[in-house]
């Protein structure tokens, strides 16, 4: 492998040259710094549908898919792909069911639905988990996996100055407000589309050549069905109890059928339609406008397994015939989550910088949107209600950008010597996992409190400390009491000494138990809950432009589970 070019170095440098620019126009042709706190927080009205839809994706896709879901796709194949294909499906039910009750009770903030639904203890207590969670799972693994792939590209050394460097072009960003992060996302998911698509060429083009095929894309995908076919099933099935570690480990991750039932459309309907992260983007657009945004978001997932999926398959496939053994392993030391930055390295000249440009965007993006999520809900849930109810909006917008700044100094702390320990597990699947342990109590809360009117704030605030404790009980502490193999789980060793059941699976049954939990305490209460929203049946209907996208998304994904199911 070759370094960067002078080449490389000079389409970089236009990339970033470009986002700069076009954010500083957009940033004082909107007059920003005069902006109002929804204005800075929300760009209210200004982002347009394929701003909002492309925004989603280039804060969606970031160094934890990457990086994280390349490193899957090696381990495990194509079945990692069901997070993005369900998330499709989940931005429709975003789209219709959950975007109207928001946008009619002008909600602009997570904690504040629950402050207007439930009460003020359980917005607080939210408001808080969410910062924790934004900043020390979220934000700390984009910026680790980020410059951990960009630092492997460049030969390694350089992995503190790649941080530094990244914190520093998303603060940038960010402090334009959120307009300034709508507008310029759509370069950036341009870039990361364009420069994904040229990486997943070239890693096909490799398997083809490694085989004697020649430079053909068709034939090295080809390839790749017929050398590793378990790469390309849907299902994971379940292992025996003896079965080796590998096999396990891949159960662990993606339990089969299971998952279906459980797991994944709670990770995706929490982080698509309970998250201020991603609904913010939405939240200051009109109903029309947002739907068509959400639904082009969800028709751009259905294609991204190609650029963050397929790359790991390849890799994996060059690394089982003899390539690639010092790429997946630099300095001696074997990652999965290495294999996305070990066909990066084979890139012709040009190329590696349009690759490096693709990955710093989408890592750039989803830190900016990330961080702007956070300055939201810091400033808006915290700061003006409990320490200064009358600041006025220029002391909201400046609070907002303190808060940034703290926020990812903050995670540049914890990503120096990795102290999470997210490079031990895999980045994805860190993510998954512990966004996973308040999942179950979130969900429980906004399904129950948008669509059921008796459900009370007493059942919200234990449904939200009961997912919680019982996410961590299945997830720690569930196979030592009832057995390794029971009607509700199965458990398998962890390869630490311990047992270990599924954490889709753990999610699963603590969105149940809450539910049920909720319901009952909310019928014991009052009949009538003078706080429920009043939901209007016409606010759901779909104009018939958003149906003739929510069909053709529903076609294509049942096309796609049907090709390799």
């Given at each position: 492998?070759?370094?960067?070019?002078?080449?490389?170095?000079?389409?970089?440098?236009?990339?970033?040259?470009?986002?700069?620019?076009?954010?500083?126009?957009?940033?004082?042709?909107?007059?920003?710094?005069?902006?109002?706190?929804?204005?800075?927080?929300?760009?209210?009205?200004?982002?347009?549908?394929?701003?909002?839809?492309?925004?989603?994706?280039?804060s969606?896709?970031?160094?934890?898919?990457?990086?994280?879901?390349?490193?899957?796709?090696?381990?495990?194949?194509?079945?990692?792909a069901?997070?993005?294909?369900?998330?499709?499906?989940?931005?429709i039910?975003?789209?219709?069911?959950?975007?109207?009750?928001?946008?009619?009770?002008?909600?602009?903030?997570?904690?504040?639905?629950?402050?207007?639904?439930?009460?003020?203890?359980?917005?607080?207590?939210?408001?808080?988990?969410?910062?924790?969670?934004?900043?020390?799972?979220n934000?700390?693994?984009?910026?680790?996996?980020?410059?951990?792939?960009?630092?492997?590209?460049?030969?390694?050394?350089?992995?503190?100055?790649?941080?530094?460097?990244?914190?520093?072009?998303?603060?940038?960003?960010?402090?334009?407000?959120?307009?300034?992060?709508?507008?310029?996302?759509?370069?950036?998911?341009?870039?990361?589309?364009?420069?994904?698509?040229?990486?997943?060429?070239?890693?096909?083009?490799?398997?083809?050549?490694?085989?004697?095929?020649?430079?053909?894309?068709?034939?090295?995908?080809?390839?790749?069905?017929?050398?590793s076919p378990?790469?390309?099933?849907?299902i994971?099935?379940?292992?025996?109890?003896?079965?080796?570690?590998?096999?396990?480990?891949?159960?662990?991750?993606?339990?089969?059928?299971?998952?279906?039932?459980?797991?994944?459309?709670?990770?995706?309907?929490?982080?698509?339609?309970?998250?201020?992260?991603?609904?913010?983007?939405?939240?200051?657009?009109?109903?029309?406008?947002?739907?068509?945004?959400?639904?082009?978001?969800?028709?751009?997932?259905?294609?991204?397994?190609?650029?963050?999926?397929?790359?790991?398959?390849?890799?994996?496939?060059?690394?089982?015939?003899?390539?690639?053994?010092?790429?997946?392993?630099?300095?001696?030391?074997?990652?999965?989550?290495?294999?996305?930055?070990?066909?990066?390295?084979?890139l012709?000249?040009g190329?590696k910088?349009?690759?490096?440009?693709?990955?710093?965007?989408?890592?750039?993006?989803?830190?900016?949107g990330?961080?702007?999520?956070?300055?939201?809900?810091?400033?808006?849930?915290?700061?003006?209600?409990?320490?200064k109810?009358?600041?006025?909006?220029?002391?909201?917008?400046?609070?907002?950008?303190?808060?940034?700044?703290?926020?990812?100094?903050?995670?540049?702390?914890?990503?120096?010597?990795?102290?999470?320990?997210?490079?031990?597990?895999?980045?994805?699947?860190?993510?998954?996992?512990?966004?996973?342990?308040?999942?179950?109590?979130?969900?429980?809360?906004?399904?129950?409190?948008?669509?059921?009117?008796?459900?009370?704030?007493?059942?919200?605030?234990?449904?939200?400390?009961m997912?919680?404790?019982?996410?961590?009980?299945?997830?720690?502490?569930?196979?030592?009491?009832?057995?390794?193999?029971?009607?509700?789980?199965?458990?398998?060793?962890?390869g630490?000494?311990?047992?270990?059941?599924?954490?889709?699976?753990?999610m699963?049954?603590?969105?149940?138990?809450?539910?049920?939990?909720?319901?009952?305490?909310?019928?014991?209460?009052?009949?009538?809950?003078?706080?429920?929203?009043?939901?209007d049946?016409?606010?759901?209907?779909?104009?018939?432009?958003?149906?003739?996208?929510?069909?053709?998304?529903?076609?294509l994904?049942?096309?796609?589970?049907?090709?390799?199911?």
């Amino acid at each position: 492998m070759e370094k960067f070019s002078f080449v490389d170095y000079l389409i970089f440098l236009v990339y970033f040259i470009v986002v700069a620019t076009y954010g500083y126009w957009i940033y004082r042709r909107k007059n920003n710094a005069n902006a109002t706190s929804n204005d800075y927080f929300l760009a209210e009205g200004s982002l347009t549908w394929w701003a909002i839809g492309a925004s989603l994706i280039a804060s969606n896709i970031s160094a934890e898919q990457f990086i994280g879901m390349s490193g899957n796709g090696f381990t495990v194949g194509i079945a990692v792909a069901a997070y993005e294909w369900i998330a499709a499906l989940a931005l429709i039910i975003v789209a219709v069911w959950f975007i109207p009750v928001y946008l009619k009770n002008k909600i602009f903030t997570m904690p504040q639905f629950l402050n207007n639904r439930y009460n003020e203890t359980t917005s607080l207590i939210m408001a808080v988990f969410w910062l924790f969670l934004y900043i020390f799972v979220n934000l700390t693994s984009i910026l680790f996996l980020g410059a951990l792939a960009i630092n492997n590209l460049a030969g390694g050394g350089s992995f503190h100055v790649i941080v530094l460097a990244l914190s520093v072009f998303a603060v940038i960003i960010t402090l334009g407000g959120m307009r300034v992060i709508g507008f310029t996302d759509v370069i950036q998911v341009l870039v990361l589309i364009i420069g994904g698509v040229a990486t997943t060429y070239v890693a096909l083009t490799l398997v083809s050549t490694h085989f004697g095929l020649g430079k053909d894309v068709i034939a090295g995908f080809n390839q790749l069905l017929k050398d590793s076919p378990e790469h390309f099933r849907m299902i994971i099935h379940k292992p025996a109890a003896d079965a080796p570690q590998e096999e396990i480990n891949k159960y662990l991750m993606l339990p089969g059928l299971g998952m279906y039932l459980a797991g994944i459309w709670i990770v995706n309907l929490n982080y698509w339609g309970c998250n201020q992260y991603i609904t913010q983007r939405a939240l200051g657009a009109d109903l029309k406008t947002a739907r068509t945004g959400i639904l082009f978001a969800g028709f751009l997932k259905l294609f991204m397994p190609v650029i963050v999926m397929l790359p790991g398959i390849a890799a994996y496939v060059l690394y089982k015939n003899g390539a690639l053994q010092q790429e997946m392993a630099p300095g001696g030391h074997f990652n999965p989550d290495n294999a996305y930055s070990a066909i990066l390295g084979f890139l012709p000249d040009g190329m590696k910088g349009l690759s490096l440009a693709a990955l710093t965007a989408a890592i750039v993006a989803s830190l900016a949107g990330k961080a702007n999520s956070i300055a939201t809900i810091f400033t808006m849930d915290i700061y003006k209600k409990y320490v200064k109810k009358d600041a006025s909006e220029k002391t909201l917008v400046t609070v907002g950008k303190i808060t940034v700044i703290v926020a990812i100094a903050t995670s540049i702390l914890f990503t120096w010597d990795d102290m999470l320990g997210i490079g031990g597990e895999g980045g994805f699947t860190f993510i998954q996992k512990y966004t996973g342990f308040i999942s179950p109590g979130v969900l429980a809360m906004f399904l129950l409190g948008m669509f059921w009117k008796r459900t009370t704030g007493s059942a919200a605030i234990v449904g939200l400390i009961m997912g919680f404790v019982l996410s961590v009980v299945f997830n720690n502490y569930a196979p030592s009491w009832f057995g390794h193999d029971t009607l509700l789980y199965t458990a398998y060793p962890n390869g630490r000494g311990g047992y270990e059941i599924p954490f889709q699976i753990c999610m699963g049954l603590s969105f149940l138990f809450t539910v049920i939990t909720m319901i009952g305490i909310s019928l014991a209460g009052p009949k009538i809950n003078p706080k429920a929203f009043v939901l209007d049946t016409n606010m759901f209907k779909v104009e018939p432009s958003v149906m003739v996208m929510i069909v053709l998304t529903l076609l294509l994904v049942s096309a796609l589970y049907v090709r390799f199911w």
